[in-house]
T-cell receptor
């Protein structure tokens, strides 16, 4: 399973640059994945999802890539904006079992 | 209109007390959940519940118990509070999708519990 470090991983990017947030998931049998965004003082909010029969899915300014071989998921945010600053979580699901969340990555957008 | 609401937003209490956190969803969803988020932002599911089944994470102490008066509510009762219970608790709901189907979970704003 995922290990939780002493500090939340942080990614700092300049406003306007692209961001890539990575997630290593634990269960090779997981077949559905979601990226959530959690702003300060709020609950997680759905961004984008992907099923295991896909390698890539695009939304508005966001793209999720899935590499099942190495159990890796990434979230790409194009033209990062100050409003994108938040903690991002990946979550995996195995055939309708409960979602298991990754440890989260804090994205800081620099002016 | 708030989809998933929780009360209170903040709860400060003494060790040993019993407290409850309320959750309501107006989305008509079948399934509700409670999550605990620790100081490192790690989110862990505690319970999932629909009108058919309560699934308990085996690591959750039996001092925690969910109570569902109706489909739109899932309250969390905590007995004999301990220092380690301090965390942010999130309620969530989703529409049951059946075997092999998935539906997005909608989260409430969270309740920050501080045990002194």
């Amino acid at each position: 399973g995922e290990s939780v470090g002493l500090h939340l991983p942080t990614l700092s990017v300049q406003e306007g640059d692209n961001s890539i947030i990575n997630c290593a998931y634990s269960n090779s049998a997981s077949d559905y994945f979601i990226w959530y965004k959690q702003e300060s003082g709020k609950g997680p909010q759905f961004i984008i999802d992907i099923r295991s029969n896909m390698d890539k899915r695009q939304g508005q300014r966001v793209t999720v890539l899935l590499n099942k071989t190495v159990k890796h998921l990434s979230l790409q945010i194009a033209a990062t904006q100050p409003g994108d600053s938040a903690v991002y979580f990946c979550a995996e699901n195995n055939y309708g079992q409960n979602f298991v969340f990754g440890p989260g990555t804090r994205l800081s957008v620099l002016p | 209109d708030t989809a998933v609401s929780q009360t209170p937003k903040y709860l400060v209490t003494q060790m040993g007390n019993d407290k409850s956190i309320k959750c309501e969803q107006n989305l008509g969803h079948d399934t509700m959940y409670w999550y605990k988020q620790d100081s490192k932002k790690f989110l862990k599911i505690m319970f999932s519940y629909n009108n058919k089944e309560l699934i308990i994470n085996e690591t959750v102490p039996n001092r925690f118990s969910p109570k569902s008066p109706d489909k739109a509510h899932l309250n969390l009762h905590i007995n004999s509070l301990e220092l380690g219970d301090s965390a942010v608790y999130f309620c969530a709901s989703s529409q049951e999708g059946g075997q092999g189907a998935y539906n997005e979970q909608f989260f409430g704003p969270g309740t920050r519990l501080t045990v002194l």
